[in-house]
């Protein structure tokens, strides 16, 4: 399993990115995709996942109405569209992956068994 995010960059605020992660090793078609960010200093937090399907997705708080998950299994691609962009979405930007079809979505880091490198976001006030 080898993921790769890509598609961060330089923003204004209110602006918007995608982020896609391609996976360029074994199929994770059966398996929740979760993206995190993680801020200089700060731990890394749960941004939003979707499940195998694409039919079960969820955000934190702080992204709801902002951000949409997706994927495209025939790719092996995720995306994160991100609009409404602010200074505090800034972060490097993980894509992951639960180890098993088994199992089942999860908003913790510490229950996703493959990662990819990053993209940094920069959000510009």
């Known amino acids: 399993v080898q993921l790769q995010a890509s598609g961060g960059g330089l923003v204004q605020a209110g602006g918007s990115l995608r982020l896609s992660c391609v996976n360029s090793?074994?199929?994770?078609?059966?398996?929740?995709m979760g993206w995190f960010r993680q801020a200089p200093g700060k731990e890394r937090v749960f941004v939003a996942f979707?499940?195998?399907?694409?039919?079960?997705?969820d955000y934190a708080d702080s992204v709801k109405g902002r951000f949409t998950i997706s994927r495209d299994n025939a790719k092996n691609t995720v995306y994160l569209q991100m609009n409404n962009l602010t200074p505090e979405d800034a972060a490097v930007y993980y894509c992951?992956?639960?180890?098993?079809?088994?199992?089942?979505?999860?908003?913790?880091?510490?229950?996703?068994?493959?990662w990819g490198r990053g993209t940094q976001v920069t959000v510009s006030s």
């Open positions: 090793g074994r199929t994770l078609s059966s398996r929740t």
């Open positions: 992951a992956a639960r180890k098993f079809a088994s199992s089942g979505i999860s908003s913790s880091p510490e229950e996703y068994a493959y």
């Open positions: 979707v499940n195998w399907s694409g039919g079960n997705m």
